[in-house]
C-alpha cells in the first residue's frame, strides 16, 4: 500500500507536468511558432511519434518534461561575443546554437516564428501558460476535495453523554440530553454547525432553554453549562461525526491561503534553507511545515495509501477511509501544482517568469520607441542573461541536495 502512494504521486507529477509543457506548446503553435520536440520524462526514448513537424515522445525518467521552441534567444544580439582570453561568452554560444537550430529547421523545410520575433503579447502567453496551467489543475483539485468528497468534522447530533463530568453528573445528562439527539437552538439562536453550539456554550452563565430533535419530534430542555478549571463552560457531550462539503467560496478561500502561504515559503526559502542546513549540525528539530523536495513529497504519499504495518511503520491508521485518504492526495497533488505555479514566477531564468521578464523588457523598449518616434528597436538580447540561467541552475542543484538530504535524515511525516 506504501507504494501505491508513490506510483499515485509519479502518475499525478506526470500529468501536471504533460500539462504544463502542453500549456506552453499549445498557445506557441497557434501563434505560428516553431515547436519541434514535446518531452515527457528526461534520459532514453520509451516512445515517440512525429506529428505535424512536432515529435512527441515519453522517456525514461519520470523527472520532469520539456518542449523544445526555436528562436528563444535573438541570434544577432549586440552583447559580449568573446571574454578576455578570446573564448566566447556564454550569451554567444546561446546565439550561436539558437541560430543553428533555426538554420537546421529552415533546411527540413520548417516554416515558422522564431520565439524572439514573436510580439510581446504572445511571448507572455506561450511563457505563463505553463505555470497558468498548474494553477488550473491546484484549483480542479481542490474543487474535487471541497465539492465531491468533503472532510469529516463534528456536527451538531450527539454520539455520547458521559455519565460524568469529574466525578459529577454532567450538565447534559442534568438537561436530559441522550445520544442521538440533535440540537436545533441554543437559547432561541438556531444552531447549525458544532462551532455555534461551541460558542453559544461559552457565552451561557444561566440556565437556558436547548430544542432537540429526538426520534422526529422536538423537545425542549433546560441545561446550565459546567465550568472547567480554566474557566471555560462545557455542556459534556461528544458530538458524532460526519462528512461534510464546501462550498464555491470555500474553493476561493483554500487557494487563495494556499497561493498566500506558498508564496511566503518562496520568499523566505534562503532563510528556511539556511537554518534547515545549520539544523544538521545543531541537532534543532526540522519545522514540521517547512520545504520539502520529491522525496519528502514522495514519503508522505506513500503515508497517505499505507499504514503501520508497512515497512518502516510509515501510514496512517488503518481506520483512516478511503475518501479521506484520497483527499489527502489530491490535496497533496494540489499542493505540489501551486508550488509548481508560483516557482515558474520568480523572475530569473532559466524559470518560466525569467522569460516573461525578458518579454517585458522587450515590449518596454518597443513602447519606449514608439513614443519617441524612434524605428522599432531589434529583439531584446536575453541570451546576456544565460550567465544568470546556470548560476539559478546550480543554486537549485544546491538547494535539491539539501533537501533531499533533510527529507533522509529528518523527514517530515503525517505520523
Do not use: C
Request: aromatic letters at 6%.
Amino acid at each position: 500500500m506504501f507504494l501505491l502512494g508513490l506510483f499515485i504521486l509519479v502518475a499525478g507529477l506526470l500529468i501536471s507536468v504533460a500539462l504544463h509543457e502542453l500549456g506552453h506548446m499549445l498557445p506557441a503553435k497557434k501563434f505560428g511558432a516553431l515547436v519541434p520536440e514535446y518531452w515527457i520524462g528526461f534520459g532514453p526514448t520509451l516512445w515517440k511519434t512525429k506529428k505535424k513537424g512536432t515529435t512527441y515522445g515519453l522517456k525514461a525518467l519520470p523527472l520532469g518534461g520539456f518542449v523544445r521552441i526555436l528562436g528563444m534567444f535573438y541570434p544577432d544580439g549586440n552583447g559580449p561575443k568573446v571574454k578576455r582570453d578570446g573564448r566566447e561568452t556564454l550569451s554567444e554560444m546561446a546565439r550561436q546554437q539558437s541560430r543553428l537550430e533555426l538554420d537546421e529547421a529552415a533546411a527540413e523545410g520548417m516554416q515558422g516564428t522564431p520565439f524572439y520575433a514573436l510580439s510581446t503579447p504572445k511571448k507572455l502567453i506561450i511563457m505563463l501558460g505553463g505555470p497558468v496551467m498548474n494553477l488550473l489543475i491546484a484549483v480542479l483539485l481542490v474543487a474535487i476535495v471541497t465539492l465531491g468528497i468533503g472532510w469529516n468534522a463534528p456536527s451538531t447530533t450527539i454520539a455520547e453523554v458521559p455519565a460524568s463530568e469529574g466525578g459529577e453528573t454532567s450538565a447534559a445528562v442534568a438537561a436530559g440530553i441522550e445520544p442521538g439527539d440533535t440540537i436545533i437552538e441554543w437559547d432561541g439562536t438556531t444552531i447549525s454547525s458544532w462551532q455555534d453550539l461551541t460558542e453559544e456554550i461559552q457565552g451561557t452563565s444561566q440556565p437556558v432553554e436547548v430544542v432537540v430533535e429526538r426520534d422526529g419530534q422536538l423537545l425542549t430542555l433546560t441545561a446550565e453549562p459546567g465550568i472547567a478549571e480554566d474557566g471555560s463552560r462545557y455542556l459534556g457531550v461528544v458530538s458524532a461525526v460526519e462528512r461534510q462539503k464546501g462550498t464555491v467560496g470555500d474553493v476561493a478561500s483554500t487557494i487563495w491561503m494556499q497561493t498566500k502561504l506558498t508564496g511566503q515559503a518562496v520568499v523566505a526559502l534562503p532563510v528556511s534553507l539556511y537554518e534547515l542546513t545549520t539544523s544538521f549540525f545543531t541537532g534543532e528539530e526540522r519545522d514540521q511545515n517547512g520545504v520539502l523536495s520529491i522525496v519528502g513529497v514522495a514519503r508522505l504519499a506513500g503515508e497517505i495509501t499505507g499504514t503501520p504495518s508497512d515497512a518502516g511503520g510509515a501510514g496512517l491508521p488503518s481506520g483512516v477511509s478511503f475518501l479521506d485518504r484520497a483527499g489527502l492526495m489530491l490535496s497533496l497533488l494540489g499542493a505540489l501544482n501551486m508550488a509548481l505555479f508560483i516557482f515558474n514566477l520568480i523572475p530569473l531564468p532559466p524559470l518560466d517568469g525569467g522569460h516573461v521578464v525578458g518579454a517585458l523588457w522587450g515590449g518596454v523598449r518597443n513602447a519606449s520607441a514608439k513614443v519617441r518616434g524612434k524605428p522599432k528597436p531589434p529583439p531584446a538580447d536575453t541570451a546576456r542573461m544565460v550567465p544568470v540561467s546556470y548560476v539559478v541552475f546550480g543554486v537549485l542543484m544546491v538547494m535539491t541536495v539539501i533537501l533531499v538530504v533533510a527529507d533522509l535524515v529528518k523527514p517530515i511525516t503525517f505520523v
